[in-house]
């Protein structure tokens, strides 16, 4: 059993492997632990820094690419996760797509990656996107969300009807 697979398995719901670390996919980092929101409907990674609400069957894993134990980003290959950051004195946080890295500036921020796009809608603060590819990334207010394909033009913020925000922050359970 892979421990893509067997993190699938210890959670039931999404996927979550804590990367660079020796041993299982249920080894701790730094003092993260995951578990059940209170609504026992999704799974919850609380990290010092973070917390991140995953979506049922989110493919999401941690990475430490300093290595000082503690997660710097997660990577997500598909559905979604709802970050919620508070260090701002510190240095960003990313959630790294197929499509798109988003950096965080000391926000709550939504992901979601759906076939050949990924979409980045912030609740509150800033975050900074960028194409995975490379590129000139665009600054994301509250209220604002951008769209991220394959494709190489430039991003652009736009203000997100409530309806699709809405949309988008039911799959957390917000």
Do not use: K
């Not at 959630?95 to 939504?110: D, K, M």
């Amino acid at each position: 059993m892979t421990s893509s697979t067997a993190g699938r398995a210890a959670l039931g719901l999404a996927a979550c492997v804590l990367a660079a670390l020796p041993g299982s996919a249920s080894a701790q980092m730094a003092g993260c632990q995951l578990g059940p929101t209170p609504d026992g409907r999704r799974q919850a990674l609380r990290c010092g820094d973070f917390s991140a609400v995953l979506e049922p069957g989110a493919d999401v894993r941690a990475v430490d690419a300093d290595r000082d134990g503690a997660p710097d980003a997660l990577q997500l290959a598909s559905r979604g996760v709802l970050v919620d950051y508070e260090a701002p004195g510190r240095r960003g946080f990313q959630i790294l797509t197929p499509h798109a890295n988003a950096a965080v500036r000391g926000t709550t921020w939504a992901v979601s990656v759906e076939g050949e796009r990924t979409s980045v809608f912030v609740v509150g603060g800033r975050v900074t996107v960028a194409r995975a590819a490379a590129g000139r990334g665009v600054l994301l207010r509250a209220g604002q969300g951008v769209d991220v394909d394959g494709g190489s033009g430039p991003l652009r913020a736009a203000t997100w009807s409530r309806e699709r925000a809405a949309a988008l922050l039911a799959r957390f359970g917000r």
